[in-house]
């Protein structure tokens, strides 16, 4: 370890590695960085039996190809055993030439969810022997619906050793994990920055569904003192112009920067929003090119949050003017929440949801949302 540049462990490794070669289940929580990978390769090796059967002892599941290639060149990095037997499965094509490296042997296998469930299914990857079952970026995996595979793979191992790692916990994650593994100890480390960065206030929603983003705009919006000058980022062309249909506001009050959909107001920049007597909130998609002008906007509003945290932070960095910056956060996006979090040196105070909130529904009467109906 000490030739890999691993002079000093994290404190996640710390907490985590006595865990994992102790034999216990657990669900890593961290930020990038805090060396989940190297503490699950480095304690699933040390506890791994060599024998020889021609079944694999460890499963590896992770979210692409790219982190596949990644994982498997960690263990070979690490283990320095020429009779350790990897395998990394490719991400789609033939299987044959797989299963038949297979069946020839492996310790450890490495692959996405989708493609070890078909090779499963093909009955070319057997679970049978499988010591330790690793979900690697398990927040990454929930978030592109891989849950099902997950959970399959899982409950057809048997009674194993179960790790799982994210770098935030949420409900979703939970789901998949509780069918399996309801009582892993959880392990969770917060690092931040050294340095906090000089911010305006920063406010955030957790909301349950990317659906009760409009209905908590639209409760805030009916606010008109406190947001009567309010720009609002989403991520794509198609939520800027849903947003122009959905919000409720009198007519002329909901603008877009730049061509927005049919009949709304368009302003060419800013400026002319700013100057506006009815305009009150301004619909920006972060992949506009060119980003307005917000010296005089006291509230913005990131509606998605942004996978690009340099624009996040220019937006929001201290100036002499007072601003409220709030996001709306659902589970999936919390990951990448706390990457901002994690870069500003602070965490961002989450505010309760209005009661009664409602979801709105396409082509439906907004309906409460109930205790559990996420």
């Known amino acids: 370890m000490r030739k890999l540049g691993y002079l000093t462990p994290t404190e996640f490794q710390l907490r985590a590695l006595s865990r994992i070669v102790g034999g216990h289940s657990l669900t890593g929580i961290a930020p990038e960085g805090a060396g989940k990978t190297t503490t699950y390769v480095l304690g699933t090796l040390m506890r791994l039996t060599y024998t020889q059967d021609e079944a694999p002892k460890i499963l590896v599941l992770a979210p692409n190809g790219e982190r596949v290639t990644a994982i498997v060149d960690q263990f070979l990095a690490i283990s320095q055993n020429p009779n350790l037997h990897i395998m990394g499965l490719k991400t789609s094509g033939g299987m044959e030439e797989e299963i038949e490296g297979l069946v020839r042997g492996v310790d450890i296998v490495v692959a996405t969810p989708a493609r070890a469930r078909a090779v499963y299914l093909k009955l070319g990857l057997n679970l049978n022997r499988i010591?330790?079952?690793?979900?690697?970026?398990?927040?990454?995996?929930?978030?592109?619906?891989?849950?099902?595979?997950?959970?399959?793979?899982?409950?057809?191992?048997?009674?194993?050793?179960?790790?799982?790692?994210?770098?935030?916990?949420?409900?979703?994650?939970?789901?998949?994990?509780?069918?399996?593994?309801?009582?892993?100890?959880?392990?969770?480390?917060?690092?931040?920055?050294?340095?906090?960065?000089?911010?305006?206030?920063?406010?955030?929603?957790?909301?349950?569904?990317?659906?009760?983003?409009?209905?908590?705009?639209?409760?805030?919006?009916?606010?008109?003192?406190?947001?009567?000058?309010?720009?609002?980022?989403?991520?794509?062309?198609?939520?800027?112009?849903?947003?122009?249909?959905?919000?409720?506001?009198?007519?002329?009050?909901?603008?877009?920067?730049?061509?927005?959909?049919?009949?709304?107001?368009?302003?060419?920049?800013?400026?002319?929003?700013?100057?506006?007597?009815?305009?009150?909130?301004?619909?920006?998609?972060?992949?506009?090119?060119?980003?307005?002008?917000?010296?005089?906007?006291?509230?913005?509003?990131?509606?998605?949050?942004?996978?690009?945290?340099?624009?996040?932070?220019?937006?929001?960095?201290?100036?002499?003017?007072?601003?409220?910056?709030?996001?709306?956060?659902?589970?999936?996006?919390?990951?990448?929440?706390?990457?901002?979090?994690?870069?500003l040196g602070k965490d961002i105070p989450v505010l309760p949801l209005p009661d009664g909130l409602a979801i709105d529904k396409p082509g439906t009467e907004a309906t409460k949302a109930e205790d559990g109906d996420t």
């Open 131 to 343: 010591q330790t079952f690793v979900i690697d970026d398990a927040d990454e995996i929930v978030k592109q619906g891989m849950q099902i595979r997950v959970r399959e793979l899982a409950q057809s191992c048997g009674k194993v050793q179960y790790l799982a790692f994210s770098t935030a916990a949420h409900e979703k994650l939970n789901a998949m994990l509780d069918d399996f593994m309801p009582h892993a100890a959880v392990i969770e480390v917060e690092e931040l920055a050294d340095r906090t960065a000089e911010t305006h206030e920063l406010l955030a929603y957790r909301v349950p569904e990317a659906t009760a983003k409009i209905s908590l705009l639209n409760r805030l919006l009916e606010d008109e003192d406190i947001f009567d000058k309010v720009v609002v980022f989403a991520n794509s062309p198609q939520t800027v112009q849903k947003l122009s249909q959905r919000l409720r506001a009198k007519k002329g009050a909901i603008g877009v920067l730049g061509p927005g959909a049919a009949g709304e107001n368009e302003f060419a920049d800013a400026a002319d929003f700013k100057q506006s007597p009815l305009g009150r909130v301004l619909l920006v998609g972060n992949e506009s090119k060119g980003q307005p002008d917000l010296s005089g906007i006291p509230i913005i509003i990131h509606f998605d949050v942004p996978e690009d945290i340099a624009l996040f932070k220019q937006r929001i960095v201290k100036t002499n003017e007072e601003v409220i910056a709030i996001t709306f956060v659902t589970d999936l996006e919390l990951p990448t929440q706390r990457k901002i979090e994690q870069s």
